[in-house]
T-cell receptor
Framework: QQQVKQSPQSLIVQKGGISIINCAYE??????FPWYQQFPGKGPALLIA?????SEKKEGRFTISFNKSAKQFSLHIMDSQPGDSATYFC??????????FGQGTELSVKP | NAGVMQNPRHLVRRRGQEARLRCSPM?????VYWYRQLPEEGLKFMVY????????ESGMPKERFSAEFPKEGPSILRIQQVVRGDSAAYFC??????????????FGPGTRLTVL
């Protein structure tokens, strides 16, 4: 019940395309859903986050879509760039405390 | 405003030695979290501390691992008698609040532990 399942494991997108990463959860008590971006050898960097009172949040080229009834949320990267090539992690928690992370998606954007 | 600081960035230990990993949270943050990332895997929660208190240690191995966050100074993750399976990247994160708006966790650059 504490798991967050993330797919796909890896993703190859052409420059200018849309990258889509999906996550699903089971614990309905989760109330905070962040996405992190991690480059090799670096720590995860908070990219964007959403709370379940909204269905979508957009920041620049990054959008989170949230479907509370399906217990799913996704990250869309519009106009993907080679500099977006990194590993992306979704996560969730309940009233703060520990983050439960998905398994990660390795994104490669080809020029 | 400096970010979360961790040191050392790289640590090499032989089997049976002790490893001490340090984490200084962002200014104004009193909540610290430790996570472990094994090669090719995601991040796994280990322990959550607030000044002088362990709030949640449900992810900590029962033996050899301990953590503290004293009133003064950095948080310390201590691994005694290290084994090869402890080789991983250890990340610290901090947040200004426990829950609600403003509880975003910001990560440090990590300490990469290699056990020979």
């Amino acid at each position: 019940q504490q798991q967050v399942k993330q797919s796909p494991q890896s993703l190859i997108v052409q420059k200018g395309g849309i990258s889509i990463i999906n996550c699903a959860y089971e614990n309905t008590a989760f109330d905070y859903f962040p996405w992190y971006q991690q480059f090799p050898g670096k720590g995860p960097a908070l990219l964007i986050a959403i709370r379940p009172d909204v269905s979508e949040k957009k920041e620049g080229r990054f959008t989170i879509s949230f479907n509370k009834s399906a217990k799913q949320f996704s990250l869309h990267i519009m106009d993907s760039q080679p500099g977006d090539s990194a590993t992306y992690f979704c996560a969730a928690n309940n009233q703060g405390g520990k983050l439960i992370f998905g398994q990660g998606t390795e994104l490669s954007v080809k020029p | 405003n400096a970010g979360v600081m961790q040191n050392p960035r790289h640590l090499v230990r032989r089997r049976g030695q002790e490893a001490r990993l340090r984490c200084s949270p962002m200014k104004g943050h009193s909540h610290v979290y430790w996570y472990r990332q094994l090669p090719e895997e995601g991040l796994k929660f280990m322990v959550y501390l607030q000044k002088e208190n362990i709030i949640d240690e449900s992810g900590m191995p029962k033996e050899r691992f301990s953590a503290e966050f004293p009133k003064e100074g950095p948080s310390i993750l201590r691994i005694q008698q290290v084994v090869r399976g402890d080789s991983a990247a250890y990340f610290c994160a901090s947040s200004p609040r426990a829950s609600g708006k403003g509880n975003e966790q910001f990560f440090g650059p990590g300490t990469r532990l290699t056990v020979l």
